[in-house]
């Protein structure tokens, strides 16, 4: 058999940031189509059950590691929803997921996006609150967004955040030094 070639640097980086995601989520399963959701997000892909089209991944690197990945798709000016956001095991407490999240909010800022969504479990509404700035979506938000595929999971609570410079999240400029990898597993995804 031939060999086979080395994925593209975007299809590898891809691959990685599944690997974190699946990390970080136990799987999202469509209901309708047995589907895990979550590398249908990275991927960019539908089916007749789930449209995860248009949807974007992103990763942050340090000294050439995926160390904290995120999906996010744009809906237009008026919204963005950021369903998937996770760092490493070893590397959480260390303030990527906060740098992520601002690059993110930049990058939507730049394209006029006005809000963004996601969706958080309740151990982590209060985190989502304090520290990046959103709040629960009331029901006139909700029904405003009603029109669009925004994707909600089971348990959670769509909360919201409208993009401004002075609503960005704000972080620490100490991460310049973050330490590199002793010996770099990835745990078994239960």
């Not at 940031?17 to 895990?36: H, T, W, Y």
């Not at 990763?59 to 929803?81: H, M, N, P």
């Amino acid at each position: 058999a031939p060999p086979r070639a080395k994925p593209k640097k975007p299809q590898k980086s891809l691959t990685v940031a599944l690997q974190v995601l699946q990390e970080c989520f136990n799987p999202v399963i469509e209901p309708r189509s047995g589907k895990d959701l979550i590398p249908m997000m990275v991927y960019n892909q539908s089916s007749e059950a789930a449209d995860c089209s248009g949807f974007y991944t992103v990763v942050l690197r340090c000294l050439k590691e995926v160390r904290c990945a995120a999906t996010f798709r744009v809906f237009g000016e008026t919204v963005a929803e950021l369903p998937l956001i996770g760092t490493k095991f070893q590397y959480r407490k260390m303030g990527l997921c906060r740098r992520m999240v601002r690059v993110v909010e930049e990058l939507l800022l730049d394209l006029g996006v006005k809000r963004l969504v996601l969706p958080a479990v309740p151990t982590v509404q209060k985190t989502w609150a304090r520290a990046f700035g959103f709040e629960k979506c009331d029901t006139s938000d909700r029904l405003g967004l009603s029109h669009l595929s925004i994707l909600l999971f089971p348990g959670t609570t769509l909360m919201r955040k409208d993009l401004s410079t002075a609503t960005l999240t704000k972080f620490s400029e100490v991460l310049a030094d973050l330490p590199a990898p002793a010996n770099p597993k990835t745990p078994a995804n239960p």
